[in-house]
Protein backbone atom coordinates (compact mmCIF):
# COMPACT_ATOMS: atom_id res chain seq x y z
CA UNK A 1 0.00 0.00 0.00
CA UNK A 2 1.03 3.49 -0.94
CA UNK A 3 2.70 5.60 2.52
CA UNK A 4 -0.39 8.30 2.77
CA UNK A 5 0.47 11.25 5.08
CA UNK A 6 -1.02 10.50 8.81
CA UNK A 7 -3.84 12.51 9.60
CA UNK A 8 -2.15 13.94 12.98
CA UNK A 9 0.36 15.62 10.67
CA UNK A 10 -1.79 17.16 7.95
CA UNK A 11 -1.92 20.73 9.40
CA UNK A 12 1.74 20.41 10.12
CA UNK A 13 2.33 19.69 6.79
CA UNK A 14 0.21 22.25 5.28
CA UNK A 15 3.23 24.57 7.14
CA UNK A 16 5.51 23.33 4.87
CA UNK A 17 4.11 24.83 1.36
CA UNK A 18 4.50 21.70 -0.58
CA UNK A 19 2.05 18.84 -1.85
CA UNK A 20 1.84 15.52 -1.07
CA UNK A 21 3.22 13.63 -3.63
CA UNK A 22 0.43 12.01 -5.97
CA UNK A 23 2.74 9.04 -7.49
CA UNK A 24 1.46 5.77 -6.29
CA UNK A 25 4.71 3.74 -5.60
CA UNK A 26 3.56 0.05 -5.01
CA UNK A 27 1.36 0.87 -9.09
CA UNK A 28 5.21 1.99 -10.34
CA UNK A 29 6.34 -1.36 -8.96
CA UNK A 30 3.91 -3.17 -10.12
CA UNK A 31 4.36 -1.84 -13.63
CA UNK A 32 7.99 -2.14 -13.31
CA UNK A 33 7.05 -6.27 -12.40
CA UNK A 34 4.98 -6.14 -15.50
CA UNK A 35 7.59 -4.74 -17.60
CA UNK A 36 10.04 -7.73 -16.62
CA UNK A 37 7.48 -10.30 -17.05
CA UNK A 38 6.41 -9.23 -20.57
CA UNK A 39 10.11 -9.31 -21.49
CA UNK A 40 10.85 -12.64 -19.72
CA UNK A 41 7.98 -13.82 -22.08
CA UNK A 42 8.98 -12.27 -24.99
CA UNK A 43 12.83 -13.81 -24.71
CA UNK A 44 11.89 -17.41 -22.94
CA UNK A 45 9.09 -18.37 -24.77
CA UNK A 46 7.85 -16.48 -27.77
CA UNK A 47 11.34 -16.24 -29.79
CA UNK A 48 12.59 -19.60 -29.44
CA UNK A 49 9.06 -20.95 -30.21
CA UNK A 50 9.29 -18.38 -33.54
CA UNK A 51 12.79 -19.18 -33.79
CA UNK A 52 11.78 -23.26 -33.70
CA UNK A 53 9.08 -23.03 -35.77
CA UNK A 54 11.38 -20.63 -38.98
CA UNK A 55 14.12 -22.99 -38.42
CA UNK A 56 11.39 -26.42 -38.79
CA UNK A 57 9.78 -24.51 -42.16
CA UNK A 58 13.75 -23.90 -43.38
CA UNK A 59 13.95 -27.98 -42.73
CA UNK A 60 12.13 -29.16 -45.33
CA UNK A 61 11.49 -26.59 -47.50
CA UNK A 62 13.84 -24.03 -50.08
CA UNK A 63 12.93 -21.65 -52.66
CA UNK A 64 12.69 -17.96 -52.99
CA UNK A 65 10.23 -17.78 -50.60
CA UNK A 66 11.85 -19.56 -47.86
CA UNK A 67 14.96 -17.43 -48.10
CA UNK A 68 13.73 -14.20 -48.06
CA UNK A 69 11.53 -15.80 -44.65
CA UNK A 70 14.59 -16.79 -42.86
CA UNK A 71 16.29 -13.19 -43.94
CA UNK A 72 13.43 -11.78 -42.21
CA UNK A 73 13.29 -13.42 -39.49
CA UNK A 74 17.09 -13.02 -38.86
CA UNK A 75 16.34 -9.32 -38.78
CA UNK A 76 13.92 -10.23 -35.35
CA UNK A 77 16.21 -12.80 -33.76
CA UNK A 78 20.05 -13.54 -34.28
CA UNK A 79 20.66 -17.19 -33.14
CA UNK A 80 23.59 -16.21 -31.87
CA UNK A 81 23.26 -12.06 -30.83
CA UNK A 82 20.68 -10.17 -29.28
CA UNK A 83 20.64 -7.49 -31.76
CA UNK A 84 17.01 -8.44 -33.89
CA UNK A 85 14.13 -6.06 -33.11
CA UNK A 86 12.46 -8.34 -30.43
CA UNK A 87 15.76 -8.73 -28.64
CA UNK A 88 15.89 -5.39 -29.00
CA UNK A 89 12.17 -4.81 -27.73
CA UNK A 90 12.98 -7.07 -24.85
CA UNK A 91 15.41 -4.49 -23.61
CA UNK A 92 12.80 -1.65 -23.84
CA UNK A 93 10.88 -3.29 -21.21
CA UNK A 94 13.69 -4.15 -19.17
CA UNK A 95 15.08 -0.46 -19.28
CA UNK A 96 11.52 0.81 -18.46
CA UNK A 97 11.21 -1.75 -15.29
CA UNK A 98 14.27 -0.09 -14.02
CA UNK A 99 13.08 3.22 -14.26
CA UNK A 100 9.87 2.40 -12.80
CA UNK A 101 11.50 0.93 -9.88
CA UNK A 102 13.75 3.88 -9.66
CA UNK A 103 11.22 6.15 -9.45
CA UNK A 104 9.38 4.45 -6.79
CA UNK A 105 12.72 4.40 -4.88
CA UNK A 106 12.26 8.19 -4.96
CA UNK A 107 8.46 8.50 -4.29
CA UNK A 108 8.85 6.69 -1.05
CA UNK A 109 12.01 8.33 -0.04
CA UNK A 110 10.33 11.85 -0.77
CA UNK A 111 7.26 10.35 0.99
CA UNK A 112 9.69 9.83 4.20
CA UNK A 113 11.36 12.42 4.32
CA UNK A 114 8.32 14.87 3.66
CA UNK A 115 6.73 12.78 6.92
CA UNK A 116 9.69 13.87 9.48
CA UNK A 117 9.92 17.07 8.08
CA UNK A 118 6.11 17.01 9.07
CA UNK A 119 6.96 15.41 12.26
CA UNK A 120 9.20 18.36 13.10
CA UNK A 121 7.50 21.20 12.02
CA UNK A 122 4.51 19.89 14.30
CA UNK A 123 7.12 19.64 17.16
CA UNK A 124 8.04 23.39 16.64
CA UNK A 125 4.41 24.62 16.23
CA UNK A 126 3.84 22.76 19.54
CA UNK A 127 6.92 24.21 21.42
CA UNK A 128 6.12 27.88 19.86
CA UNK A 129 2.41 27.34 21.32
CA UNK A 130 3.53 26.38 24.42
CA UNK A 131 6.54 28.78 24.75
CA UNK A 132 4.66 31.54 23.68
CA UNK A 133 3.31 31.84 27.73
CA UNK A 134 6.63 32.52 28.69
CA UNK A 135 8.34 33.99 26.19
CA UNK A 136 5.29 36.06 24.29
CA UNK A 137 6.84 37.13 20.84
CA UNK A 138 10.16 35.76 20.71
CA UNK A 139 8.86 32.12 20.73
CA UNK A 140 6.69 33.09 17.95
CA UNK A 141 9.79 34.72 16.17
CA UNK A 142 12.16 31.51 16.54
CA UNK A 143 9.01 29.32 15.65
CA UNK A 144 8.57 31.03 12.43
CA UNK A 145 12.52 30.82 11.16
CA UNK A 146 12.49 27.04 11.83
CA UNK A 147 9.65 26.59 9.93
CA UNK A 148 10.71 28.63 7.47
CA UNK A 149 14.03 26.09 7.00
CA UNK A 150 12.06 23.49 6.62
CA UNK A 151 9.89 24.81 4.01
CA UNK A 152 13.17 25.56 2.29
CA UNK A 153 13.73 22.07 2.81
CA UNK A 154 11.11 20.48 1.65
CA UNK A 155 10.43 22.52 -1.55
CA UNK A 156 14.33 21.12 -2.54
CA UNK A 157 13.76 17.85 -1.57
CA UNK A 158 10.42 17.91 -4.09
CA UNK A 159 11.98 20.05 -6.79
CA UNK A 160 14.81 17.43 -6.83
CA UNK A 161 12.25 14.61 -7.14
CA UNK A 162 10.60 16.41 -10.34
CA UNK A 163 13.43 17.49 -11.38
CA UNK A 164 14.74 13.64 -11.82
CA UNK A 165 11.43 12.39 -12.67
CA UNK A 166 11.42 14.81 -16.10
CA UNK A 167 15.25 13.48 -16.51
CA UNK A 168 14.14 10.09 -16.22
CA UNK A 169 10.70 9.96 -17.99
CA UNK A 170 11.11 13.05 -20.43
CA UNK A 171 14.58 13.08 -22.18
CA UNK A 172 17.03 9.95 -21.72
CA UNK A 173 14.90 7.13 -21.11
CA UNK A 174 12.29 8.40 -23.85
CA UNK A 175 14.66 9.31 -26.33
CA UNK A 176 16.19 5.13 -25.49
CA UNK A 177 12.98 4.29 -26.42
CA UNK A 178 12.31 5.72 -29.32
CA UNK A 179 15.20 4.63 -30.64
CA UNK A 180 15.06 0.93 -30.14
CA UNK A 181 11.27 1.43 -31.13
CA UNK A 182 12.01 2.95 -34.42
CA UNK A 183 14.31 -0.36 -35.45
CA UNK A 184 11.38 -2.53 -34.77
CA UNK A 185 8.32 0.01 -36.59
CA UNK A 186 10.86 0.35 -39.52
CA UNK A 187 11.02 -3.51 -40.21
CA UNK A 188 9.64 -4.71 -43.84
CA UNK A 189 8.01 -7.67 -45.11
CA UNK A 190 9.97 -10.41 -46.58
CA UNK A 191 10.42 -9.47 -50.28
CA UNK A 192 11.05 -12.77 -52.56
CA UNK A 193 12.98 -11.79 -55.66
CA UNK A 194 15.87 -13.00 -57.10
CA UNK A 195 18.98 -11.31 -55.94
CA UNK A 196 21.15 -9.79 -58.46
CA UNK A 197 24.33 -8.99 -55.75
CA UNK A 198 24.87 -6.81 -54.23
CA UNK A 199 25.87 -3.40 -56.07
CA UNK A 200 26.68 -0.62 -54.39
CA UNK A 201 26.86 2.88 -56.59
CA UNK A 202 29.31 5.94 -55.16
CA UNK A 203 28.47 9.63 -55.91
CA UNK A 204 29.36 9.68 -59.29
CA UNK A 205 27.06 6.97 -60.33
CA UNK A 206 29.77 4.24 -60.42
CA UNK A 207 28.94 0.74 -59.66
CA UNK A 208 31.35 -1.22 -57.54
CA UNK A 209 32.53 -4.17 -59.44
CA UNK A 210 33.93 -7.82 -59.15
CA UNK A 211 37.49 -5.60 -59.07
CA UNK A 212 36.47 -3.17 -56.28
CA UNK A 213 35.07 -6.27 -54.27
CA UNK A 214 38.63 -8.16 -54.63
CA UNK A 215 40.75 -5.23 -54.18
CA UNK A 216 38.64 -4.83 -50.56
CA UNK A 217 38.76 -8.34 -49.53
CA UNK A 218 35.37 -8.44 -48.84
CA UNK A 219 33.33 -11.35 -50.53
CA UNK A 220 29.47 -11.42 -52.30
CA UNK A 221 28.02 -12.79 -48.85
CA UNK A 222 30.12 -9.99 -46.88
CA UNK A 223 28.71 -7.28 -48.98
CA UNK A 224 25.53 -8.52 -48.49
CA UNK A 225 25.40 -8.58 -45.06
CA UNK A 226 27.21 -4.79 -44.44
CA UNK A 227 23.78 -3.82 -47.23
CA UNK A 228 21.94 -5.22 -44.13
CA UNK A 229 23.13 -3.71 -41.79
CA UNK A 230 24.01 -7.03 -40.37
CA UNK A 231 28.19 -7.27 -40.03
CA UNK A 232 30.23 -4.04 -41.14
CA UNK A 233 33.27 -4.98 -43.07
CA UNK A 234 36.16 -6.01 -41.88
CA UNK A 235 34.68 -8.17 -38.92
CA UNK A 236 32.93 -11.57 -38.61
CA UNK A 237 29.82 -11.46 -37.64
CA UNK A 238 30.11 -13.13 -34.00
CA UNK A 239 32.79 -10.49 -33.23
CA UNK A 240 30.29 -7.53 -34.31
CA UNK A 241 27.38 -8.98 -32.18
CA UNK A 242 29.52 -9.19 -29.23
CA UNK A 243 30.93 -5.37 -29.66
CA UNK A 244 27.59 -4.59 -29.79
CA UNK A 245 26.33 -6.41 -27.04
CA UNK A 246 29.56 -4.94 -24.74
CA UNK A 247 28.36 -0.98 -25.93
CA UNK A 248 25.49 -1.61 -25.23
CA UNK A 249 26.84 -2.15 -21.27
CA UNK A 250 29.17 0.29 -21.58
CA UNK A 251 26.28 3.20 -22.45
CA UNK A 252 24.51 1.35 -19.31
CA UNK A 253 27.68 1.44 -17.17
CA UNK A 254 28.19 5.09 -17.92
CA UNK A 255 24.53 5.63 -17.63
CA UNK A 256 23.96 7.03 -21.14
CA UNK A 257 20.22 6.06 -21.96
CA UNK A 258 19.35 8.27 -24.25
CA UNK A 259 22.11 6.89 -26.71
CA UNK A 260 21.45 6.46 -30.37
CA UNK A 261 24.32 4.72 -31.83
CA UNK A 262 25.01 4.84 -36.43
CA UNK A 263 27.95 2.89 -37.62
CA UNK A 264 28.99 5.40 -40.71
CA UNK A 265 31.98 5.29 -43.06
CA UNK A 266 33.54 2.87 -45.78
CA UNK A 267 32.87 -0.22 -43.72
CA UNK A 268 28.93 0.57 -43.11
CA UNK A 269 28.57 1.79 -47.03
CA UNK A 270 31.99 0.76 -48.84
CA UNK A 271 32.05 3.85 -50.76
CA UNK A 272 33.61 6.90 -49.06
CA UNK A 273 30.79 9.86 -48.73
CA UNK A 274 33.59 12.21 -48.18
CA UNK A 275 33.95 13.50 -51.99
CA UNK A 276 37.81 15.07 -51.03
CA UNK A 277 38.67 11.24 -50.94
CA UNK A 278 38.86 10.65 -54.22
CA UNK A 279 39.98 7.56 -56.01
CA UNK A 280 43.44 7.67 -58.19
CA UNK A 281 42.15 7.87 -61.96
CA UNK A 282 45.39 7.59 -63.63
CA UNK A 283 49.04 6.19 -62.42
CA UNK A 284 50.38 9.66 -63.05
CA UNK A 285 47.43 10.85 -60.36
CA UNK A 286 48.54 8.28 -57.45
CA UNK A 287 52.20 8.62 -58.53
CA UNK A 288 51.85 11.90 -56.83
CA UNK A 289 49.41 11.72 -54.64
CA UNK A 290 51.89 8.88 -53.10
CA UNK A 291 54.81 10.91 -53.22
CA UNK A 292 53.15 14.08 -51.50
CA UNK A 293 51.63 11.94 -48.99
CA UNK A 294 55.53 10.53 -47.76
CA UNK A 295 57.02 13.63 -48.26
CA UNK A 296 58.72 13.33 -45.12
CA UNK A 297 60.33 10.40 -45.87
CA UNK A 298 63.77 9.49 -47.68
CA UNK A 299 63.65 10.19 -51.52
CA UNK A 300 64.75 6.03 -51.50
CA UNK A 301 61.79 5.20 -49.16
CA UNK A 302 58.94 7.84 -51.20
CA UNK A 303 60.16 5.91 -54.25
CA UNK A 304 59.89 2.47 -52.83
CA UNK A 305 55.97 3.23 -52.15
CA UNK A 306 55.56 5.06 -54.99
CA UNK A 307 56.54 1.79 -57.27
CA UNK A 308 54.43 -0.55 -54.31
CA UNK A 309 51.18 1.69 -54.88
CA UNK A 310 51.63 1.61 -58.48
CA UNK A 311 52.01 -2.09 -58.66
CA UNK A 312 49.19 -2.41 -56.50
CA UNK A 313 47.00 -0.23 -58.79
CA UNK A 314 47.67 -2.46 -62.17
CA UNK A 315 47.83 -5.61 -59.76
CA UNK A 316 43.64 -4.71 -59.12
CA UNK A 317 43.09 -4.15 -62.83
CA UNK A 318 43.28 -0.12 -62.48
CA UNK A 319 46.20 0.38 -64.74
CA UNK A 320 44.26 0.41 -67.65
CA UNK A 321 41.89 3.11 -69.10
CA UNK A 322 38.06 3.04 -68.30
CA UNK A 323 35.68 3.82 -65.94
CA UNK A 324 36.59 3.65 -62.16
CA UNK A 325 35.07 5.21 -58.74
CA UNK A 326 35.31 8.27 -58.04
CA UNK A 327 35.66 7.88 -54.33
CA UNK A 328 38.16 5.39 -52.32
CA UNK A 329 36.15 2.80 -50.71
CA UNK A 330 36.73 0.38 -48.04
CA UNK A 331 40.55 -0.08 -47.25
CA UNK A 332 41.66 1.26 -50.57
CA UNK A 333 43.36 4.46 -49.22
CA UNK A 334 45.69 1.40 -46.88
CA UNK A 335 46.27 -0.60 -50.12
CA UNK A 336 47.20 1.84 -52.30
CA UNK A 337 50.04 3.72 -50.07
CA UNK A 338 47.55 6.69 -49.37
CA UNK A 339 46.90 6.28 -45.74
CA UNK A 340 48.95 4.50 -43.06
CA UNK A 341 46.34 2.87 -41.51
CA UNK A 342 43.21 0.43 -42.90
CA UNK A 343 39.64 1.86 -42.91
CA UNK A 344 38.41 2.26 -39.68
CA UNK A 345 34.62 1.97 -37.55
CA UNK A 346 33.22 5.62 -37.33
CA UNK A 347 30.14 5.51 -34.81
CA UNK A 348 27.64 8.59 -34.18
CA UNK A 349 26.71 8.65 -31.05
CA UNK A 350 23.63 11.04 -30.44
CA UNK A 351 23.26 11.59 -26.76
CA UNK A 352 21.97 14.60 -25.02
CA UNK A 353 23.77 12.93 -21.72
CA UNK A 354 27.08 12.43 -22.85
CA UNK A 355 26.92 16.11 -24.93
CA UNK A 356 26.45 17.66 -22.25
CA UNK A 357 28.87 15.72 -19.78
CA UNK A 358 31.36 17.08 -22.56
CA UNK A 359 29.72 20.95 -22.28
CA UNK A 360 30.70 20.97 -18.42
CA UNK A 361 34.22 19.30 -19.31
CA UNK A 362 34.59 22.73 -21.27
CA UNK A 363 33.61 24.85 -18.86
CA UNK A 364 35.07 23.70 -15.61
CA UNK A 365 38.77 23.29 -18.55
CA UNK A 366 38.52 27.01 -20.49
CA UNK A 367 42.02 25.80 -22.08
CA UNK A 368 40.85 22.53 -23.52
CA UNK A 369 38.73 22.35 -26.46
CA UNK A 370 36.04 19.96 -26.84
CA UNK A 371 35.12 20.16 -30.21
CA UNK A 372 37.82 18.74 -33.41
CA UNK A 373 37.11 19.70 -36.94
CA UNK A 374 33.95 19.68 -36.70
CA UNK A 375 31.06 20.32 -34.89
CA UNK A 376 31.31 17.39 -32.67
CA UNK A 377 32.95 16.51 -29.38
CA UNK A 378 36.53 15.62 -29.40
CA UNK A 379 36.48 11.64 -28.93
CA UNK A 380 39.85 12.37 -28.00
CA UNK A 381 38.62 13.48 -24.34
CA UNK A 382 36.18 10.40 -24.48
CA UNK A 383 38.02 8.88 -21.72
CA UNK A 384 37.83 11.80 -19.53
CA UNK A 385 34.19 12.00 -19.51
CA UNK A 386 33.11 8.22 -20.03
CA UNK A 387 36.02 6.02 -18.86
CA UNK A 388 33.97 2.93 -19.32
CA UNK A 389 32.76 3.69 -22.81
CA UNK A 390 36.42 4.40 -23.89
CA UNK A 391 37.77 1.13 -22.59
CA UNK A 392 35.18 -0.12 -25.08
CA UNK A 393 36.97 1.50 -27.95
CA UNK A 394 40.17 0.92 -26.97
CA UNK A 395 39.31 -2.83 -26.65
CA UNK A 396 37.80 -3.33 -29.93
CA UNK A 397 40.18 -1.03 -31.71
CA UNK A 398 42.86 -3.95 -30.57
CA UNK A 399 40.71 -6.89 -31.61
CA UNK A 400 39.59 -5.17 -34.89
CA UNK A 401 43.10 -4.20 -35.80
CA UNK A 402 41.47 -0.62 -36.71
CA UNK A 403 41.02 2.18 -35.72
CA UNK A 404 37.19 2.25 -33.57
CA UNK A 405 36.22 6.59 -33.50
CA UNK A 406 32.68 7.85 -31.40
CA UNK A 407 32.16 10.94 -32.83
CA UNK A 408 29.11 12.56 -30.05
CA UNK A 409 26.95 14.97 -30.75
CA UNK A 410 23.34 16.24 -29.05
CA UNK A 411 20.26 14.69 -29.85
CA UNK A 412 18.92 17.82 -32.08
CA UNK A 413 22.02 17.12 -34.44
CA UNK A 414 20.49 12.99 -35.29
CA UNK A 415 16.82 15.16 -35.79
CA UNK A 416 18.30 17.34 -38.23
CA UNK A 417 20.49 14.58 -39.99
CA UNK A 418 19.14 11.02 -39.79
CA UNK A 419 18.41 8.86 -42.87
CA UNK A 420 16.26 6.74 -43.60
CA UNK A 421 19.19 4.03 -44.87
CA UNK A 422 21.13 4.66 -41.76
CA UNK A 423 22.72 2.03 -39.88
CA UNK A 424 20.81 2.00 -36.59
CA UNK A 425 23.43 -0.09 -34.48
CA UNK A 426 21.31 0.96 -31.00
Known amino acids: ?26 GLHDCAAAYRMCAATLVGEVIPLAHGAIQHAATGNHGLGMDAA ?22 VLNALANAHDVIADMVT ?7 VL ?12 TAAVVTGGTAAIQGRLA ?16 RELERFFSKALVNGVETRLRRILGAVAPVTRRAKGPVIVDPSGYRNTSRERAFAGASRKQLRDMRRHRTPLGMEPKSWQTAVAELRE ?8 DGDVRLKGTSAR ?25 GDLAPAERARRVEDAIAAYRQAGYGANGAKPAVAFFDSR ?24 FKCFGEANPGVNVHTKGDWYNPYLLDRVAPKLNDWVKRWEEAAGRWVSIATYDRAYLERTAQPDDWVVL
Request: hydrophobic share 45%; aromatic share 10%.
Open 270 to 294: FFSGDPAKTFPQTEDELRATVARTH
Open 1 to 26: MAIMLPAELETAFGALGVPWPTEDED
Open 70 to 91: TASWADYNQEDGDDGHLPSLAA
Open 109 to 115: ALKKLLI
Open 250 to 257: ALAAENIL
Open 118 to 129: AGYAAVVLAWAA
Open 334 to 357: HKLGLSQWPSDYDFQLSSDVLAER
Open 147 to 162: LTELRVGAGRAVTAFR
